[in-house]
């Protein structure tokens, strides 16, 4: 028995029928601040909680209960440092059947909760920070003003060379619709970071266009003949 409650990786108390300690391993000792089991011997479990007044509800649950699952409270170690601990109880009926004594497993959980701390204060910083106005400031001057600028460059080459590449007028067009295609990009990744600050309108969606459009967009990467027809048997599924 002994060697079984070594090998536990929480706390373990037993208590009598008076809710006094009379065995505890050593990850209780190291949680609770003693150094032998003579030491934790004898006390009342309502020596180790923060708040004496949980103690007595808990030992009037364990009474009403045969065991306790997952609870939490605040204890307190020999030396009157508090920390969270989770434990759970289980009442047993002793050799004279009439009196019960109780099993309680501890497990700390303070560094559980500074790691819970540390995510809620990086998220709260990260919501309150400026990033979202950083992207859009991104993506409305360092990206629309540069591809506005690509834009009209095309144009001007269009007309320049209108009459002299007849045939180069289909990659001159295909170059506008990327460069149209990566503006409406930019436009939804400013409509993106504004998500949860203003109202959304919703709106019904042609899925057979969006796909259209992808494919139109991948063509040169496809195998086949793209999509079938609107009006054909597997577009209306």
Not at 201 to 218: E, P, R
Request: proline letters at 2%; aromatic letters at 8%; hydrophobic letters at 40%.
């Amino acid at each position: 028995m002994e060697n079984i409650i070594s090998l536990l990786v929480d706390g373990l108390l037993v208590l009598n029928a008076d809710n006094c300690i009379e065995v505890g391993n050593d990850i209780s000792l190291k949680l609770l601040g003693f150094s032998s089991s003579s030491e934790l011997k004898g006390k009342h479990i309502r020596s180790l909680y923060a708040y004496p007044g949980n103690a007595e509800k808990i030992i009037w649950l364990m009474g009403m209960n045969s065991h306790l699952y997952n609870c939490e409270d605040t204890f307190i170690t020999r030396y009157g440092q508090s920390f969270i601990c989770s434990y759970s109880c289980l009442q047993f009926r002793n050799p004279d059947g009439i009196t019960f004594s109780k099993i309680i497993l501890l497990r700390d959980l303070t560094d559980k909760t500074i790691a819970e701390q540390k995510i809620a204060m990086y998220t709260k910083r990260l919501n309150d920070s400026a990033a979202p106005d950083q992207l859009k400031y991104l993506a409305s001057h360092e990206l629309q003003a540069p591809l506005q600028a690509i834009y009209n460059l095309i144009l001007w080459l269009q007309e320049d060379t209108e009459l002299s590449l007849s045939n180069g007028s289909i990659n001159i067009n295909i170059l506008k619709d990327r460069v149209t295609r990566f503006g409406l990009l930019i436009n939804d990744i400013l409509k993106y970071s504004t998500v949860g600050q203003s109202a959304i309108n919703t709106s019904a969606v042609d899925l057979y266009t969006v796909v259209k459009d992808v494919t139109d967009l991948l063509s040169h990467h496809l195998i086949g003949g793209g999509i079938p027809s609107e009006n054909s048997y597997y577009t209306r599924y």
